[in-house]
């Protein structure tokens, strides 16, 4: 087994990597290198149609196109770079004009090498199975499926030319203008140890969940103050995004405004309506959790922003620092039946600095975990405040890492990635792990009253709040279709009706909350959410496996190996798992209501209520 990971002093991204030998300068030569391989792959197609005719042919063609995705995959090396110092540094200009100019050069390449795949796509029905049964195209069948498939949707060469240069000013830059100004925000508060300091909005929303009232309420105050302002600009901006989302979905033939984003994903939308009809079914738990926790905070309702309010038994929180955090997940990696590998990926993140950690002034909020290409790493994003959530979020974040690098290791640069469908399994596989190492031969039943009062919160986030918002989202289209244009009046009531739906009487409809929706970035995202409610169902039943047999494990990483070569349906049947059974789904709910049922019974075992 590894040794201890050893947690470097510097909290921040290690990007030497990605920055060539002579400098940033050394951008300059490799860009032109980018160039040449993109003008030498399409001056050599795009006259030929012998790639279309012959299966041999079309090997040879995307065999090269694959080796031109490994290298300079979403503009390379250069593109990366700046892109993650524009995450470090919202605020810095000199980093967003040089991100821009990228942009404009790579949508001007790729614009030139899009016949490629459109014109595969439209091989004629009657010869498409001789590619798709063809042995040497093996590895790139379920592409060329998909293509075949989208065809449909998709527009003239020229036509899709203006849909890639529109994207940028009509749906891009609304969003990045809304993230920007919040970013921007910051307010001097009283923390928790009395002193007052300057928070930005990241801070502001973490704070919220604090155990003391009156630093919350304060923190609440300063995050409405600031939705607020900038709800005037956001209502402009979604929807001038809703605009361009309904002329997209016109002009390529979709019937429903979720139905791109399930082709897209790989996933029939038959599935994602019982997913959601299970989960909807079943708001009843989340209602019950905050009755629960209402009581349990001595509160007659919970205000709007308490809903996520940490709960604890002792007088203060119990803090995790980033080295306690690391260990935890460190722990949880140990123990895996045959997981050396899962460990030494996780290893890595810590020790070659590709997790920036501490919130600063105009970093981006929240936290991801991106994957560029082939040629280079995964890099992880957090905004760490020693708390509990941060723990899971730590193992949430390298789950996904995992995940990319597990595929970048197996697959092809074609199918490096993961389908929004299964992409949260195993982020929210890796954090129910650290949570049970939390409750595991835990005899204080005070602190386990604590960690199952918080995994509730989290899977009735990561679920039912989720679906709550998918919910949301379809109204909000299908309204804005119908009338046109949406005040922010009727958007914040349309928000408020839907949150209502699953938060139940116990949690209060605040003056404020109507602005919640301003900062939700996944609902820019157009029906991103009902990925996480998938994930997290899917992965239970995978820890449901594992528990029952822990060399299952090798079944669970070959599954994270899988990338796009294959439909997540296609992989799920190889696995047992019919997911397009609402019983399926429904399973998983019950876990969570089993919880919610142990957990009231150990609150009244403590007389706690």
């Known amino acids: 087994m590894s040794k201890e990971i050893i947690i470097p002093e510097s909290k921040e991204w290690n990007l030497k990597g990605l920055i060539p030998e002579g400098g940033v300068e050394g951008f300059i030569k490799e860009w032109e290198k980018l160039k040449e391989e993109y003008e030498k792959f399409i001056n050599k197609w795009k006259d030929r149609k012998d790639y279309l005719e012959k299966p041999e042919v079309l090997k040879e063609a995307l065999d090269e196109y ?14 990366y770079y ?14 967003k004009a040089i991100i821009n100019k990228i942009e404009e050069k790579l949508v001007k390449l790729s614009n030139e090498l899009q016949f490629f795949m459109m014109r595969i796509a439209k091989i004629p029905a009657e010869e498409q199975k001789k590619f798709l049964e063809y042995e040497g195209l093996k590895e790139y069948k379920h592409l060329l499926e998909m293509s075949f498939r989208d065809s449909k949707h998709l527009l003239s060469e020229e036509q899709e030319k203006i849909m890639r240069l529109k994207g940028t000013t009509s749906y891009d830059k609304w969003v990045e203008m809304v993230e920007r100004m919040i970013s921007k925000e910051v307010r001097t508060i009283t923390d928790e140890e009395g002193k007052n300091c300057e928070k930005n909005f990241e801070e502001l929303m973490s704070m919220i969940s604090s155990t003391n009232k009156k630093v919350r309420d304060k923190a609440a105050k300063n995050v409405n103050e600031i939705l607020k302002g900038v709800s005037d600009t956001a209502t402009e901006e979604i929807n001038a995004i809703l605009t361009n989302k309904r002329v997209d979905d016109e002009l390529r033939g979709f019937t429903r405004p979720d139905e791109e984003r399930h082709l897209s994903d790989d996933i029939e939308t038959e599935v994602v309506d019982k997913l959601v009809e299970a989960v909807t079914e079943n708001f009843d738990i989340a209602k019950e959790y905050y009755e629960l926790k209402a009581k349990l905070l001595g509160l007659e309702k919970l205000a709007y922003h308490e809903r996520n309010v940490t709960y604890i038994t002792g007088k203060e929180e119990q803090k995790y620092d980033y080295d306690k955090g690391i260990r935890t997940v460190e722990k949880v990696m140990k123990n895996f039946n045959d997981g050396e590998e899962l460990l030494r990926i996780f290893k890595d993140f810590v020790e070659k600095g590709l997790i920036d950690v501490m919130p600063k002034k105009g970093k981006h909020g929240g936290a991801f975990c991106i994957h560029w290409n082939k040629n280079v790493p995964t890099y992880i994003l957090l905004n760490y405040t020693n708390r509990l959530r941060d723990v ?16 970048r290791k197996k697959e092809n640069s074609l199918n490096f990635g993961t389908p929004t469908s299964t992409a949260e399994v195993a982020s929210t596989f890796m954090e129910d792990y650290v949570i049970r190492e939390l409750l595991k031969d835990n005899e204080d039943e005070e602190l386990k009253m604590e960690v199952m009062m918080n995994k509730l919160n989290d899977e009735i986030s990561s679920i039912i709040r989720q679906i709550a918002c998918y919910n949301y989202e379809k109204e909000l289209h299908e309204i804005f279709r119908e009338k046109g244009y949406l005040s922010k009046e009727v ?5 408020k009706k839907h949150m209502s739906a699953y938060m139940g009487e116990f949690v209060e409809q605040n003056p404020g909350s109507e602005n919640w929706w301003v900062y939700w970035g996944h609902i820019r995202r157009f029906f991103y959410n009902y990925s996480y409610a998938s994930g997290l169902l899917i992965s239970k039943y995978l820890q449901r496996k594992v528990n029952e047999k822990p060399e299952f494990i090798n079944e669970v990483k070959e599954f994270l190996s899988t990338g796009t070569s294959k439909s997540p349906k296609e992989i799920f049947e190889g696995m047992g798992i019919n997911i397009n059974d609402k019983e399926f789904w429904n399973e998983g709910m019950k876990e969570i209501r089993t919880l919610l049922e142990e957990t009231k019974e150990l609150a009244k075992k403590l007389g706690k209520i």
């Open 82 to 95: 700046y892109w993650l110092k524009n995450k470090q540094d919202q605020e810095d200009n000199e980093v």
């Open 491 to 495: 958007i914040g009531e349309m928000f």
């Open 66 to 79: 694959e080796e031109l995705a490994k290298n300079y995959g979403n503009g390379g090396r250069e593109a």
């Open 392 to 407: 899971t979020t730590i193992a949430h974040e390298c789950g996904h890492g995992i995940n990319n690098e597990l595929i």
